[in-house]
């Protein structure tokens, strides 16, 4: 252990709370709270609170050890502070060129994700054409050695997706242990306290207020990943895109906000999973399932923020116009009547997450058909949700969800009607609308919005073999002309 009065001050972000943002146990910290932050986006309550709580839970951890600054703004903050700092990478280009433009300020690598920048941007570079995530979550495994027997992928196959579509299960409840809840305590309370004031102040968030769901330390996340991996893990893979109205959480392992707080570092997650399957027989479709959503996906969609230009960020190239409307930024799910949304949308509301699934195929399937603006709907996933921050936004909202980069993340958009949530959820049962109906008053507003969608931007969007055959379809359709019509008349208005 080194000598700490050698040591610099490690300025840590707010996203950057766990050990692994430390060289040293006793390393000196600084940390700020910034007030602006809430003043400048109409964050979500319960993730103001996460957000909060979790600072000052680390403040508090940390004790002397930390210079801890509540202010308006960084920059006020950094006033007060006379040493030299280092900070590691931080998330946002913003961030980035603030620390950059700062000369007591030294900037070390990022950490917090698997793979390091300087890695992915090699392998990239030797790339032609266009990068895909099932390519770089090869590389990854490769790499780091991730569920590799002699070389060659555990179960012979690098992805074992295809295992993993399993609709919801019946009697409307998976049988799997809940997660472990945190227990609220004197910080929370203190943090709830403060949000009432800037409220009576006329700070403003959106969502309703709540218990704590989500872990605020590195104790907390690390007690969810280890239950986690004993008791939900198996049943994660089969059930990991079903819906049901009853059960928002299935298996899922909830960790994405631990992970963004950088109170978990990925790799223990990884290497958990791997050890599940190797010493305790989890099976292998739901450990590869996990460790690829994390040492794949979310590395991917953080590497492709920094690889890609900047410009990126703000692509509309399906020109999608139309503001969201109140009811949606409202997270209003009492004024839908489609049962789907109402339900994915009032999740929102109430815990400030959903899994990927309502994410991807209600909520970024809503507003792709609806031709919502992109830069507004990466400003709501970003402040609507629990783990919502702008690195993760560009490529699952602008590139996934919204094709608005013309297929940058996928070969086709993620746009599905009816038939699909229909399959995967319990929903349609319950709804006023009948998925199978794209005209008339019962007509699905995912499956008419479907294909309304599809007319309209049939010229941009690129074609390849398997839109060829969607737009084929769609050409036999007698009725689309009045589909079109009848989506046109829905507009904005809430379904
Ligand atoms: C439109 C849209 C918006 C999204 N917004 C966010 C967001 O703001 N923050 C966020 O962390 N994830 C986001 N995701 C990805 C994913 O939906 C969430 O990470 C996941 O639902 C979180 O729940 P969980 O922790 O139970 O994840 P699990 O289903 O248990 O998955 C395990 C972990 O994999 C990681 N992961 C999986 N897919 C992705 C992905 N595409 N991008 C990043 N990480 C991934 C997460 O860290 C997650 O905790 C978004 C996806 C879509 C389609
Ligand atoms: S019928 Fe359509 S709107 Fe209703 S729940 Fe099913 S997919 Fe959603």
Same mark, same amino acid.
């Given at each position: 252990?080194?000598?700490?009065?050698?040591?610099?001050?490690?300025?840590?972000?707010?996203?950057?709370?766990?050990?692994?943002?430390?060289?040293?146990?006793?390393?000196?910290?600084?940390?700020?709270?910034?007030?602006?932050?809430?003043?400048?986006?109409?964050?979500?309550?319960?993730?103001?609170?996460?957000?909060?709580?979790?600072?000052?839970?680390?403040?508090?951890?940390?004790?002397?050890?930390?210079?801890?600054?509540?202010?308006?703004?960084?920059?006020?903050?950094?006033?007060?502070?006379?040493?030299?700092?280092?900070?590691?990478?931080?998330?946002?280009?913003?961030?980035?060129?603030?620390?950059?433009?700062?000369?007591?300020?030294?900037?070390?690598?990022?950490?917090?994700?698997?793979?390091?920048?300087?890695?992915?941007?090699?392998?990239?570079?030797?790339?032609?054409?266009?990068?895909?995530?099932?390519?770089?979550?090869?590389?990854?495994?490769?790499?780091?050695?991730?569920?590799?027997?002699?070389?060659?992928?555990?179960?012979?196959?690098?992805?074992?997706?295809?295992?993993?579509?399993?609709?919801?299960?019946?009697?409307?409840?998976?049988?799997?242990?809940?997660?472990?809840?945190?227990?609220?305590?004197?910080?929370?309370?203190?943090?709830?306290?403060?949000?009432?004031?800037?409220?009576?102040?006329?700070?403003?968030?959106?969502?309703?207020?709540?218990?704590?769901?989500?872990?605020?330390?590195?104790?907390?996340?690390?007690?969810?990943?280890?239950?986690? $991996?004993?008791?939900?893990?198996?049943?994660?893979?089969?059930?990991?895109?079903?819906?049901?109205?009853?059960?928002?959480?299935?298996?899922?392992?909830?960790?994405?906000?631990?992970?963004?707080?950088?109170?978990?570092?990925?790799?223990?997650?990884?290497?958990?999973?791997?050890?599940?399957?190797?010493?305790?027989?989890?099976?292998?479709?739901?450990?590869?399932?996990?460790?690829?959503?994390?040492?794949?996906?979310?590395?991917?969609?953080?590497?492709?923020?920094?690889?890609?230009?900047?410009?990126?960020?703000?692509?509309?190239?399906?020109?999608?116009?139309?503001?969201?409307?109140?009811?949606?930024?409202? $997270?209003?799910?009492?004024?839908?009547?489609?049962?789907?949304?109402?339900?994915?949308?009032?999740?929102?509301?109430?815990?400030?997450?959903?899994?990927?699934?309502?994410?991807?195929?209600?909520?970024?399937?809503?507003? $792709?058909?609806?031709?919502?603006?992109?830069?507004?709907?990466?400003?709501?996933?970003?402040?609507?949700?629990?783990?919502?921050?702008?690195?993760?936004?560009?490529?699952?909202?602008?590139?996934?969800?919204?094709?608005?980069?013309?297929?940058?993340?996928?070969?086709?958009?993620?746009?599905?009607?009816?038939?699909?949530?229909?399959?995967?959820?319990?929903?349609?049962?319950?709804?006023?609308?009948?998925?199978?109906?794209?005209?008339?008053?019962?007509?699905?507003?995912?499956?008419?919005?479907?294909?309304?969608?599809?007319?309209?931007?049939?010229?941009?969007?690129?074609?390849?073999?398997?839109?060829?055959?969607?737009?084929?379809?769609?050409?036999? $359709?007698?009725?689309?002309?009045?589909?079109?019509?009848?989506?046109?008349?829905?507009?904005?208005?809430?379904?």
């Amino acid at each position: 252990m080194g000598d700490n009065r050698d040591m610099s001050r490690r300025w840590l972000f707010a996203d950057q709370l766990g050990p692994h943002f430390l060289d040293d146990r006793r390393q000196p910290v600084l940390l700020i709270e910034s007030k602006a932050v809430f003043r400048r986006r109409v964050h979500h309550r319960q993730k103001a609170h996460l957000l909060l709580s979790a600072l000052r839970h680390r403040a508090a951890e940390l004790g002397d050890q930390a210079v801890f600054l509540r202010a308006e703004t960084y920059g006020q903050a950094l006033k007060k502070v006379r040493e030299p700092l280092e900070v590691c990478h931080p998330t946002s280009r913003r961030a980035l060129d603030f620390v950059r433009g700062l000369d007591r300020v030294t900037v070390l690598p990022a950490r917090g994700y698997v793979t390091s920048l300087a890695d992915f941007a090699e392998w990239a570079d030797q790339r032609r054409g266009a990068l895909r995530m099932e390519a770089f979550y090869r590389f990854a495994r490769e790499h780091h050695g991730v569920l590799l027997d002699s070389g060659d992928p555990a179960g012979d196959r690098w992805s074992l997706d295809v295992e993993n579509r399993e609709p919801p299960p019946k009697g409307g409840k998976l049988d799997v242990p809940a997660a472990p809840m945190p227990k609220e305590d004197d910080i929370d309370a203190e943090v709830r306290a403060d949000l009432d004031r800037w409220e009576r102040e006329g700070i403003r968030f959106a969502g309703r207020d709540g218990p704590r769901r989500f872990p605020a330390t590195t104790k907390e996340a690390k007690a969810r990943l280890r239950h986690f $991996l004993r008791h939900r893990l198996a049943a994660f893979g089969p059930y990991e895109d079903a819906m049901l109205s009853t059960d928002p959480w299935l298996a899922h392992s909830m960790l994405s906000s631990s992970f963004n707080l950088g109170l978990l570092d990925p790799i223990e997650a990884v290497r958990g999973a791997e050890r599940a399957y190797r010493r305790e027989g989890a099976p292998l479709a739901s450990v590869e399932g996990f460790v690829r959503q994390i040492l794949g996906w979310r590395d991917y969609i953080w590497h492709t923020y920094w690889y890609f230009e900047a410009g990126w960020r703000t692509s509309n190239e399906l020109s999608a116009r139309r503001s969201l409307p109140a009811w949606w930024n409202d $997270l209003d799910a009492d004024a839908v009547d489609a049962h789907c949304l109402s339900d994915v949308l009032a999740g929102v509301r109430d815990r400030a997450w959903v899994h990927h699934i309502p994410r991807l195929m209600v909520l970024g399937n809503y507003a $792709l058909q609806r031709g919502w603006r992109p830069a507004e709907l990466v400003e709501w996933f970003h402040t609507r949700f629990v783990d919502g921050y702008e690195w993760v936004m560009t490529g699952n909202v602008v590139g996934m969800s919204q094709y608005a980069d013309l297929g940058r993340m996928t070969t086709k958009p993620y746009v599905g009607g009816g038939a699909y949530i229909n399959r995967m959820s319990d929903y349609c049962g319950g709804c006023r609308y009948d998925p199978k109906k794209r005209l008339g008053e019962d007509a699905c507003p995912f499956t008419a919005g479907y294909w309304a969608f599809l007319s309209l931007n049939r010229d941009r969007i690129p074609g390849n073999a398997r839109m060829a055959r969607t737009m084929k379809q769609m050409d036999r $359709l007698a009725d689309l002309d009045a589909v079109v019509a009848q989506e046109k008349r829905r507009g904005d208005d809430p379904p």
